[in-house]
Nanobody
Framework: QVQLVESGGGLVMAGGSLRLSCAAS????????MGWFRQAPGKEREFVAR????????DYADSVKGRFTISRDNAKNTMFLQMSSLKPEDTAVYYC????????????????WGQGTQVTISS
């Protein structure tokens, strides 16, 4: 089992940057595929990015490709999402998740979730 805690959200102007962190406690962090999802008010939770257990494979939603970078540090049990060129449509609660098996772009596949961190982009 793993517990996840997100941090780093906040309010920034369009064009700005933020770095989200997802700290994991528990065992075997390095064995999990990790992902970032987001949920805006009135919308379903949507895939943002995912990273394989060793960081060798990453995938991004088309809406964030080229602007966001996912990474992880297994020695520190932490995953990151560097967000740049932020847009008002990036406003959402961002969640990190841990996956043991399944489709990494589908939130229903994830076994564990953090509580979320609010990201608000002003125009």
């Amino acid at each position: 089992q793993v517990q996840l805690v997100e941090s780093g959200g906040g309010l920034v102007m369009a064009g700005g940057s933020l770095r989200l962190s997802c700290a994991a406690s528990g065992r075997m962090f390095s064995s999990y595929v990790m992902g970032w999802f987001r949920q805006a008010p009135g919308k379903e939770r949507e895939f943002v990015a995912r990273i394989s257990w060793n960081g060798g494979i990453t995938d991004y939603a088309d809406s964030v490709k080229g602007r966001f970078t996912i990474s992880r540090d297994n020695a520190k049990n932490t995953m990151f999402l560097q967000m740049s060129s932020l847009k008002p449509e990036d406003t959402a609660v961002y969640y990190c998740g841990a996956l043991t098996r399944g489709v990494p772009t589908a939130y229903s596949s994830y076994d564990y979730w953090g509580q979320g961190t609010q990201v608000t982009i002003s125009s």
